[in-house]
């Protein structure tokens, strides 16, 4: 295992440590835990927004806990969910007395783990509200899912329901506005390689040298198909083409486009996909109103991209485009 | 080779192509080259701002370009400089009358065809400044260097200009400047892996399963030693260590801290070396007034990491914190 760690068991609170230490002036540590929260929070009057998961995804999520976007995030460890009481300690964190709002990957342990810190918040008088994100289209059940999974569409959720919040909107305004987003939202990802969780210290999986894996989860999670790695091209038209088939986007409708890298993919790829992308787009009569290549969502060192259309309303065009100091989302 | 590519030997054309479908408001593509401009250059009465270098260190170049850093990035093919006439032609789309001013990384190549442009330039009537960044204390001569290489410092470079000039700087201001960025900043790296550059299709040195390299250089060009993986304190330590021996910073400075991703290296790895690096500068008492943690100037899917550090005075520190809207480095 090639990795720049010290302890394989340490290595989310050596982050989490490592975070606080680069952004001090934004972010605080929840004490005994391995929460993230914006130094100001809780904000009285403001809606908190709370999201998490297993680590291995940065800069998801505490790469987006920033005025505009997140009040807290919760770091579970690698690849695995957060329990409850780390969740329920995020939730306290940033109620200002308008309730708080959970952020949900679709993975059964988060859903399990966030739904039982919310009852165990509103048990102790905090009004919450949450939306589950599934916008994978590649597979409909997997390894830690029942249902679609949530990859990097649920970065445009946080910035979405994130701009709502930072305007005052309630919390019912915010669960209307974060279902849209999910319900407008698709995305899907292919890997070339595999990725390494430390505390395993050997691939989680191998794929031959001349192969890759199309609809493939964050996590490494089986997806479609094992096949030859084809062209960039062919890739970016086999993804984009089944998003398309899954969500009714027509001619004249505005959109936006995440290329988003898995963590060892050379941003130069990235943008040699995005060029296919915006043409697909482009041919089918699509407007796309905003592009984003980076990398939003990994999977450790995996090598590979995902791409997410989201279909967009002047709501959501606004939201989107209203300013974030999240130091992974600077808008 | 897995790679995410059309042609070999087209991968700069399609992510030139690629960059700006996918920021077509900002940038632009002079015709029949291959230079990324601000799409509102030439600005009158603004010194334009102009640097490049060859493919496979993306983000840098063109992502550096925007109101507040470049008026203009040259890509040349990956790990080549970019010749002297796309140089020109850099130069020409961005002066606006008040001069033009080149940001080189002391490569041997680029230095030449850039200076060679300059010439051409000023032969046209064109003001040329320019300054050279030699960051890396790694080695003093390499592969492709007399003196010291050009590395991530030199995003600091373009930032700090880049303020100066969009806040009305003239062409000397801006010199002066820059200079003292290129006093004041050195940075220094390490590798996991090695990277392939596309047309050669495989990788351009080997590591063993074991083994790290320390002072490499962001081509892969030899470093200091080759010796067995140690943990990541004991590399943050060795490589900041380096840094402060080479450049005096006292107790009490004001510093810049950049962690930067060399392409394959999971966001996680950075955060935790930056624990360490803060408490190393902590315990010289030496004060950390920003951190730039990410992928700032890559060597395409290379794992490993630089640490930069820049001694800041009051001017650096306004520089540093004015606003930024290139897509790679949003403030």
């Known amino acids: ?36 929260a914006r130094k100001e929070a809780p904000i009285k009057g403001k809606v908190g927004l709370v999201s998490g998961g297993g680590s291995g995804h940065e800069p998801a999520h505490a790469g987006y806990v920033g005025k505009g976007m997140l009040d807290a995030a919760v770091a579970g460890e690698v690849f695995t969910s957060p329990t409850p009481d780390q969740v329920l300690e995020a939730i306290k964190a940033v109620d200002g007395g308008e309730g708080v709002f959970l952020i949900i990957k679709n993975y059964t342990g988060d859903v399990l783990n966030f739904e039982m810190a919310a009852e165990m918040a509103e048990a ?11 916008d994978d289209v590649a597979v409909e059940d997997s390894s830690f899912t029942t249902g679609r999974r949530g990859i990097a569409g649920t970065v445009l959720v946080h910035k979405i329901a994130g701009a709502k919040a930072e305007s005052g909107g309630s919390l019912k305004e915010i669960k209307q506005v974060a279902d849209k987003v999910v319900a407008n939202v698709r995305s899907m990802g292919m890997a070339l390689t595999s990725c390494t969780v430390p505390a395993a210290g050997k691939p989680s999986f191998t794929l031959k040298e001349d192969e890759m894996e199309i609809g493939i ?6 997806g479609i198909e094992r096949k030859p790695i084809t062209s960039a091209d062919e890739i970016a038209t086999e993804l984009t083409n089944r998003i398309l088939e899954d969500i009714e986007i ?35 009569g699509i407007h796309v109103y905003r592009t984003f290549v980076g990398e939003y969502m990994t999977s450790l060192e995996m090598a590979g991209i995902s791409i997410t259309l989201l279909k967009l309303d002047d709501e959501l065009k606004t939201l989107l485009d209203a300013g974030s100091e999240a130091p992974a989302f600077r808008s």
């Open 124 to 134: 102790e008088g905090i009004q919450v509200e949450k939306v589950i994100v599934n």
């Open 250 to 284: 027509s001619k004249g409708n505005n959109i936006a486009v995440m290329i988003n890298g898995l963590g060892a993919t050379p941003e130069m790829e990235l943008y040699i996909v995005n060029e296919k992308v915006q043409g697909i787009l482009h041919d089918n």
């Open 217 to 222: 989860g964050i996590h490494g999670e089986p």
């Open 1 to 36: 295992m090639k990795k720049i760690i010290n302890d394989p068991d340490q290595v989310v609170q050596d982050m989490v440590n490592g975070y606080i230490a680069a952004y001090p002036e934004k972010v605080r540590l929840i004490p005994n835990t391995l929460v993230l």
